[in-house]
């Protein structure tokens, strides 16, 4: 049977449907392999890459709670060589429909070029997703994201780098996130995506912290509300950027809502690690209901 056709055109691409897989929720796609159709979806974020490769923080990294979840990984990634010489040729021979946007961290300014650098025209990448809300190591932790000089050389660096579009993902607790994206644009971004996770903490009953490394980042269904109002401020803002809306997404319906404030395409991330199969059912559903 012919499926409808609601795909759309972003980043030079056709992306066949609007719904992606987030940043480090999918890993580089080799883990979902024989248990998702990744060919399925719009397209995949892999995980954050790198300039070294990183073991991440000290386990318990996830912790449940009724809004969602509380994560601290720690950026763990095998490095921009092994990505490059192993995990995207991968993705590159398995997938022929969905795209694929690499999320890309840096702890100066100077290795996000590096990693885009290193990646550069390679042919299974649509495009760069830089992750903004990486801790500065030169500014005392600071995100990057946090300040709008470090975002807009971000972006002016990694687009002296490549000519593949660049998105920049931003954080949802930057107090006006339109001003924010409009800095973004202005150093050659060609979209945003909207939001990263925010800051939390979490004790169990003996009063110790849930995670390993104590504070993470908090995912699910508490950020839908505060991910579409995100999308809906940087659209009115910029006067239409193309925007990614990620945060909280378990249904179609949650990614009709992302739509309906503006955004082009919508990923799924949490409630994706606890039901692997969900994103095809919100493929179906979309494209049952020509979304
Ligand atoms: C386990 C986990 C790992 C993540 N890793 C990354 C990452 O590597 N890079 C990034 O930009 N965002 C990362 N995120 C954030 C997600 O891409 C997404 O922005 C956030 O989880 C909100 O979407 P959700 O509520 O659908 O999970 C991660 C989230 C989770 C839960």
Known sequence: ??????????????????????????????????????????????????LQPRQGNVAPRVAEFRGGMLNSVGLANPGVEQVRNEF???????LRRAQV??????????????VVRRLDGLPA??????NLSCPNTSAG???????????????SV??????????????????????VAVAAR????????AVNT???????????????HGNGGISGPALLPLGILAVSRIVDRTGGMPVIGVGGVRSAADVRQYLRAGAALVAVGTAALADPHLPERIVHDLERDGV
């Open 101 to 114: 946007l690499v999320n890309v961290v840096g702890f100066t300014v100077e290795e996000y070029g590096e």
């Open 186 to 193: 202005d150093a050659g971004a060609d979209a945003i995506t």
């Open 141 to 155: 932790g600071i995100e990057f994201g946090a300040d709008v000089g470090c975002v807009q050389r971000i972006v």
């Open 158 to 179: 990694c687009r002296d780098r490549t000519r593949l579009p660049l998105v920049a993902k931003l954080s949802p607790l930057l107090p006006d996130i339109g001003a």
């Open 198 to 212: 925010l800051p939390g903490l979490l004790f169990d009953h003996e009063g110790e912290r849930r995670l390993g």
């Open 1 to 50: 049977m012919k499926r409808p056709d609601i795909s759309r055109e972003l980043l030079g691409r056709r992306f066949q449907n609007p719904l992606l897989l987030a940043a480090g929720t999918a890993g580089f796609g080799r883990e979902l392999n024989g248990i998702l159709e990744l060919d399925r979806v719009g397209g995949l974020v892999t995980k954050a890459v790198s």
């Open 88 to 94: 995207l040729p991968w993705l590159s021979h398995r």
């Open 125 to 130: 990448i649509t495009a760069f997703e830089l």
